[in-house]
């Protein structure tokens, strides 16, 4: 069964930082595009950041220069590295990947989500 599995979430004070990691793990023929998204209670879903099969990234404007998305291609990983977090990145965060199953047949998958707290 493929999935995606996240862990790295917590509780931390403002100005402290957090690494999210998201594993795949099953039979994947390759993995395509990764990214992080996140929803806070009472809003909707948010794209965070995204990094390309060629390592090209793309981040939302909240986040810029504060967060940065990596991946570890061996490893199946994708990493969301958070520095001087604000209360206002409180929200579940997500991860999303373009896993193929042939060299043209993909879906798209979530994982569970984490919870990431950040106290002012």
């Known amino acids: 069964q493929v999935k995606l599995l996240e862990s790295g979430g917590g509780l931390v004070q403002a100005g402290g930082s957090l690494r999210l990691s998201c594993a795949a793990s099953?039979?994947?023929?390759?993995?395509?595009?990764m990214g992080w998204y996140r929803q806070a209670p009472g809003k909707q879903r948010e794209l965070v950041a995204t990094?390309?099969?060629?390592?090209?990234?793309n981040y939302a404007d909240s986040v810029k220069g504060r967060f940065t998305i990596s991946r570890d291609n061996a490893k199946n990983t994708v990493y969301l590295q958070m520095n001087s977090l604000k209360p206002e990145d409180t929200a579940v965060y997500y991860c999303?990947?373009?896993?193929?199953?042939?060299?043209?047949?993909?879906?798209?998958?979530w994982g569970q989500g984490t919870q990431v707290t950040v106290s002012s």
């Open positions: 990094i390309t099969g060629g390592a090209e990234t």
């Open positions: 099953g039979r994947i023929f390759a993995i395509g595009a």
């Open positions: 999303n990947a373009a896993l193929y199953y042939s060299s043209i047949t993909y879906m798209q998958h």
